[in-house]
């Protein structure tokens, strides 16, 4: 019987289960190889060589090199994994997950001083929402403000 | 005997521990936050426990996906601050209870809660940050320290209602330790956040407030709430919430007690991605 997944139908939304686990396990442990400064500075010196000892798919050393996080995620990446990419690049949590959205910096941080990201049309694919698939990318830049 | 005397339960958000690490902490954008935690390092002074049984989640720090534990129950001496890819917390090693830890394992494992145990983990922002809203920044932690941490990052994590089982167990462990120590348990993490995807910073006032109103006055019935609530209301990173009701289920009220009473309640959006929920609750 396959794994019951209720949550599939929220838009903009990841489950990192086994399914994926299987999938991104070793673009995960790249990423915890990043945990140590001397691996970082060799990463930092020459990524593509560095990607290569590692038995990832191109298609995840490519969404690496791009910086591309919903690719990564997609490919089974997880976002606390993940994050010691950003962490070897200097930067935060917030900028990340702004990444995400085609938001600008600034224009992420600002909807998050205001409050955050309303729930409402962001419960189910197929809502009125501000993360719903037809609405991206979001922000000035994505022509979805 | 030992005794739980009262339970704290706050959010970790990495980006607190790194403003006061950076000396931004009287910054607005941090004070609003800050204030909130006042009265509650007031309350720790006057209410320093012996011990803190401190509930939190390892974010992809101690465990790869090597070992994936639902229940790791840290029972070493000390434990260190790990380096999570920005270098670690400038924060003091978290000294532990070998012995109490180790008396719980007993306990626990034989009320059928397979606990891991674990003798080597490094601590990251998820235990180091809520210390630091408590204590502020002292040169040691002011008493010894149990992390406890939960998976919440790859499913299938814990239900709601295995956690809260899980803290009455906790309690009756505590309860048979023979040391007249007094003990804290804190549940961390949450509140609503969403970290990944097109939804990311998504946000839900509105949930969060019904949350802390059901974990202070009807918790039972909180730990039905199935793991799909959380993600679709409260952001994937929501989950973390599940680990509260650790805490809560370790109460007095809940082995036909008194209700707590409610020392402190404190809500604030944001904190970098997240909002930021703050209670402590005294057993009388």
Known sequence: ?145 | MARITASVYTSHVPAIGAALDLGKDHEPYWQRLFSGYEFSKQWMRDHTPDVIFLVYNDHATAFSLEFIPTFALGTAAEFAVADEGWGPRPVPRVIGHPELASHIAQSVIQSDFDLTIVNRMDVDHGLTVPLSLMFGQPEAWPCPVIPFAVNVVQYPVPSGRRCFELGKALRRAIETYDRPLDIQIWGTGGMSHQLQGARAGLINRDWDNRFLDRLISDPAALAEVPHIEYVREAGSEGIELVMWLIARGAMDDIAGGKAPNVAHRFYHVPASNTAVGHLILENR
Request: aromatic share 8%; glycine share 12%.
């Open chain 1, 1 to 145: 019987m396959a794994l019951d997944k209720p949550y599939t139908n929220i838009p903009g939304t990841t489950i990192f289960d086994t399914d994926q686990s299987r999938k991104g396990y070793w673009l995960n442990q790249f990423c915890m190889s990043l945990m140590k400064a001397e691996n970082r500075e060799r990463f930092k010196a020459d990524e593509r060589g560095y990607l290569d000892e590692w038995p990832m798919t191109e298609d995840q050393k490519q969404a690496v090199l791009s910086r591309d996080l919903n690719r990564c995620i997609q490919l089974g990446g997880n976002i606390y994994f993940l994050a010691k990419i950003g962490a070897t690049d200097g930067r935060s949590f917030q900028q990340m997950a702004g990444s995400m959205t085609g938001m600008t910096e600034e224009e992420y941080r600002d909807m998050m001083i205001n409050g955050g990201r309303s729930v409402e049309g962001n419960r189910y694919i197929g809502e009125d929402g501000d993360a719903q698939p037809d609405r991206q990318p979001q922000g000035r830049t994505g022509g979805n403000i």
